[in-house]
């Protein structure tokens, strides 16, 4: 059950695409926009990724931070990262204590076999922790544009 609107946003600890600790409570004071996806270099994860990035410099200007999470490895993210020059921050969540934490960890239906994954997820989080905005089964091509676009 994804976490809903007026809840405090659950704070986490998880390693970045360098191996640094990142915290969600390292922005206290700064709009998040926390998105969490299935799967580095997956077709769907790539275009929504690189739709961010291409969005980054208008989030940057909002003084919005953009945080990316999903269950794949430290090294994995810094290669899809390299790849795709992306400029903001990918954690890594192999453990998925953020993922479950948000309740992004449900059961998906894939040519009908059922298995458990990541539903691709965002939450804007306001300057307290608070979550303002919860965006569930998001598009890959359009997440970050609709973001901007809430965010006026």
């Not at 700064?30 to 275009?47: E, I, Q, S, W």
């Not at 999470?69 to 204590?97: G, M, N």
């Not at 998001?138 to 970050?144: G, I, Q, R």
Request: charged share 25%.
């Amino acid at each position: 059950m994804l976490l809903s609107v007026g809840t405090k946003a659950p704070d986490f600890t998880l390693p970045d695409k360098n191996g640094n600790a990142v915290s969600l409570s390292d922005f206290a004071g700064k709009k998040v926009v926390l998105y969490f996806y299935p799967k580095d270099n997956t077709p769907g994860c790539t275009r929504q990724a690189c739709a961010f990035a291409g969005s980054f410099a208008a989030f940057r200007e909002k003084d919005v931070v953009v945080i990316g999470i999903s269950k794949d490895s430290v090294a994995s993210h810094q290669r899809f990262a390299e790849k795709y020059e992306l400029p903001f921050i990918l954690l890594s969540d192999p453990e998925r204590q953020a993922i479950e934490a948000y309740g992004v960890w449900q059961e998906k239906k894939n040519y009908g076999k059922v298995s458990m994954g990541v539903v691709r997820s965002t939450f804007i989080i306001d300057e307290n922790g608070i979550i303002e905005k919860v965006m569930p089964r998001v598009k890959p091509d359009t997440n970050a544009e609709e973001i901007l676009a809430y965010l006026g």
